[in-house]
């Protein structure tokens, strides 16, 4: 399947060049750097690995943006109120990842359609189609992963170089889905909100700044900005609540336009 993958990715690239840089002398270089970028260099180069690795510096970066000049071939299915959706829609806008975005109504007469519950068949959004259908991608986590391993056709690498940011942005992706979902539904359908803002005052402190893990943008901030955007708007404004590193991120957020063009005046929650 990796294999298969692979040769996908390799394919559209390949006819990304072909449509800009055919003519180029540095045409050829530029698909040695993408060859390295795969998780299995092809064995007929003749070129030893790690010099290849070496070559390729840079010239993904390259590669990514002729990418984005030709037509999509990976397709957003989603409904734009849904905050699982958004948070992959976010993460797609971050890696500036090119995308088709195919909106569906989850609720209605009509029900899902035939070919998303192929695709899904378990009629959930996100779904993300990758490499022209070859890869398909039918949870917002495992659309975040592919993102930040830079896996999503187009889209830059949003994995941290440094491990103490990569264990942050794991930290704050646990903290999302295991501290703040489901303690902020029981503050929405139970009232305990006491329980939701005591969670929050503790998380205040590990908001590095501007972003949640620094100065730049990572999956974790992805991961949390659809929910907390939420809770900020039903129960905030989060500084006078006593999480104000929570609540200038948010203004940071919104201030980006990967994060403020997926906010709806109508959303849902969670459950």
Request: hydrophobic share 40%.
């Given at each position: 399947q990796s294999v298969s993958h692979d040769k996908m990715k390799l394919l559209h690239y390949h006819?990304?060049?072909?449509?800009?840089?055919l003519s180029s002398a540095s045409s050829f270089v530029t698909l040695i750097g993408i060859f390295t970028s795969l998780n299995h260099p092809p064995s007929s180069f003749c070129v030893d690995a790690l010099q290849l690795r070496m070559m390729s510096t840079g010239l993904t970066d390259i590669a990514n943006s002729a990418v984005r000049q030709s037509p999509a071939t990976t397709t957003f299915v989603t409904n734009k109120m849904c905050p699982f959706a958004q948070k992959a829609w976010c993460a797609l806008e971050v890696a500036k990842a090119p995308y088709e975005m195919k909106e569906i109504s989850l609720y209605g007469t009509n029900g899902k359609p035939d070919w998303f519950l192929e695709l899904n068949p378990a009629g959930t959004v996100p779904v993300l189609e990758c490499y022209g259908g070859a890869v398909v991608l039918p949870d917002s986590d495992l659309i975040l992963d592919k993102v930040q391993q830079g896996a999503v056709?187009?889209?830059?690498?949003?994995?941290?170089?440094?491990?103490?940011?990569?264990?942050?942005?794991?930290?704050?992706?646990?903290?999302?889905?295991?501290?703040?979902?489901?303690?902020?539904?029981?503050?929405?359908?139970?009232?305990?909100?006491?329980?939701?803002?005591?969670?929050?005052?503790?998380?205040?402190?590990n908001v590095q700044g501007p972003y949640l893990c620094?100065?730049?943008?990572?999956?974790?901030?992805?991961?949390?900005?659809?929910?907390?955007w939420r809770i900020d708007n039903e129960f905030g404004p989060l500084d006078k609540k006593g999480c104000p590193k929570l609540k200038s991120w948010l203004k940071q957020c919104c201030e980006t336009e990967a994060f403020s063009k997926t906010i709806q005046s109508s959303w849902w929650w969670w459950w």
């Open positions: 006819n990304a060049f072909r449509s800009y840089w056709e187009g889209g830059s690498n949003l994995k941290p170089q440094d491990e103490t940011i990569a264990s942050l942005v794991q930290q704050w992706r646990k903290d999302v889905s295991s501290q703040i979902l489901p303690v902020g539904k029981r503050a929405v359908q139970q009232g305990k909100v006491k329980e939701l803002i005591t969670l929050l005052q503790s998380l205040d402190d620094g100065d730049q943008v990572t999956v974790a901030d992805c991961a949390a900005f659809p929910f907390l």
